[in-house]
């Protein structure tokens, strides 16, 4: 292999702090698009972690191996490939580095190597590239740099003049204002679709939208939906690796998930699961808007913003690093062996120094907790082979619209009704909250004052409940008889729900001159499976088989929780602040063996001693059970 001839530098002085112009400037692929070099056709692996990229240049078809980036946060990144003919050019690599300078500035450095096969290389590469590539990457980094300087709300205009069919854009969007949507959120959705560069209108996060735009995160998501209905955007899932959390799969349906997913790039094989490796996207739809996803670079650092540090070692190579950690939960690997370190990153701890050694089976951090802030970290690769090691945030993206969370929504269920998984596949969630409900009483109600009556008051009871799990980020899974299975990916916000459930049947209906309703209530908190029931998406497990004997031991105008949900962090606060009466019991539930420890919450004082039988059962026991196939209720 030839080495390194041609050395080439440049840098630049930019008017803004590292903090903001890394994410931007660390987005090789866009840079890459605006300075000229080849898009991605296809990719094959090589060995190992080295891409083999197919592509045009100049009009002439080119080739070359990719070696994986390496970087450290906020401080430098690099990548080095290596050409095949015909391109005069044989190894190419390039270095940038960032330096923070006093008054909120940073200095960016550039350095090019280059390995010429020829003469014709080793004039054309300081001519090509000493003179025009890094005379356009100074031009686009100045203009970033001026980007951020001006606003504390970047937004990078787009590489290609977008392609947007103006009139098909009308249409849909004033179908979604007749969904009830936030005039000025429909807004600033059309100008993104109109103004924004390609890659930001493809594979978009609603919660990045929403903390860009400086708005309510469930609100945009809520927004995402309803234009996917109308046409404007176009869901995905994408399945997500769990080593790498890279897409491995993007699929358009739930039909089309299984039970496992295979990811390349990491070469292993892992079960999904709705609540991190199944992630909903939203992309232009191609009849709104042209947008082309052509890749120009493999395993940037702003494709994997979770990754802090991605550095090679050679074998039995040592490295000292310094990174600027944030308090966190951080895990060490390596594609090249089998053994993880996990760490803590602390404002309470004492050292801000740590050394890992990698050996074969087992990898040794000490201490394995550090100080938040800049820390000097010292890897070594104990082993006979070279490593790529990783350095990553363990805690999944806050960004990520999880399926858990999206497909527990009312929109959702209205607005999808059709998307269900296929049949006998059932996806693992880890944590779900169910509320299963019970109208007491209302056989008598329907003696005393009528079927049509009743059954009027029955009818607006569901479609009230319906609203306020709605409003509180949940869904009405099911009704049977004067029951309702409800489902929320937030513990908060299901308890807040019921709570909201109990007020409005008694001191709601009381304030409107009616009788109070007495409704059951019954939750519990935990992992649960997603399947295809009758073509609509259900749930099944002991989580929801708890719920449902849980609410048999409602007595009405109550809520009974169970300990998982009491001793929730985010609960218990929320039953403080409302400020309701709670009374422990415990109960050896139906068809469940274990005594369960339960709390009962009373939102307005009891009006009769809690004496009524606990385990009467609810008048719709005999109705076959379908919440979840075998729960009886």
Partial sequence: MKPYTIHLHSSIILDAPVERLWPLLSDTDRTNRLIGLPAFERTRPDHDLVQIVYGHFLGVPVSWREHPFEWIFEQQFSVEREFAPPLPVERLQTITRFTSLPEERTKVDVDVHIAPRNLVGAIGGRLIIGQRMLRQLRRVYRQTGELVAASEQVVLPPVRKPRVNLHRLRVAAERLRSSGIRESLIERLLSHLINADDSQVLKMRAFALADAWGEPRMDVLRMCLYATRTGLLDLEWDVLCPSCRGASQRVRSLSDLDHDAYCPSCDVRYDTNFDESIEVRFSVNPDIRDAVDMPYCIGGPANTPHIVAQIALPAHGRREVRLRLAPNHYRLRSRQMTARAVFDVSDHAESSTARIVFGNGEALIDPPVIRAGYATVTIENATDTPALIVIEQRDWSEQATSAALVTSLTEFRQ?????????????????????????????????????????????????????????????????????????????????????????E?????????????????????????????????????????????????????????????????????????????????????????????????????????????????PDMATIPGTAGRGAAW
């Fill in 415 to 503: 607005l999808f009704s059709s998307e269900a998984l296929s049949p006998g596949v059932g996806i693992a969630i880890r944590s779900l909250t169910f509320l299963f409900s019970d109208l007491k009483g209302s056989t008598a109600m329907y003696e005393q004052i009528g079927d049509t009556p009743a059954y009027a008051r029955v009818r607006d009871h569901f479609a009230v409940m319906s609203a306020i799990i709605g409003a509180h980020n949940g869904s009405l899974v099911k009704t049977i008889g004067d029951a309702v299975m409800a489902v929320f990916a937030s513990t908060r916000s299901a308890v807040a729900a019921a709570l909201e459930i109990q007020r």
């Fill in 505 to 617: 049947f008694t001191l709601g209906e009381i304030a409107r001159g009616n009788p109070a309703l007495r409704i059951k209530l019954g939750m519990h908190t935990g992992p649960c499976i997603a399947v295809n029931a009758n073509n609509l998406l259900d749930y099944f497990g002991s989580t929801v088989n708890i719920a449902a004997r849980v609410q048999n031991e409602s007595i009405g105008g109550d809520i009974v929780l169970t300990d998982a949900l009491i001793d929730d962090p985010a609960v218990r606060p929320l039953l403080e602040q409302e400020g309701v009466i709670l009374e422990p019991f415990e109960r050896e539930l139906r068809g469940l063996s274990q005594r369960f420890r339960l709390t009962r919450v009373w939102v307005t004082p009891p009006t009769t001693p809690a004496k009524e039988s606990l385990t009467e059962l």
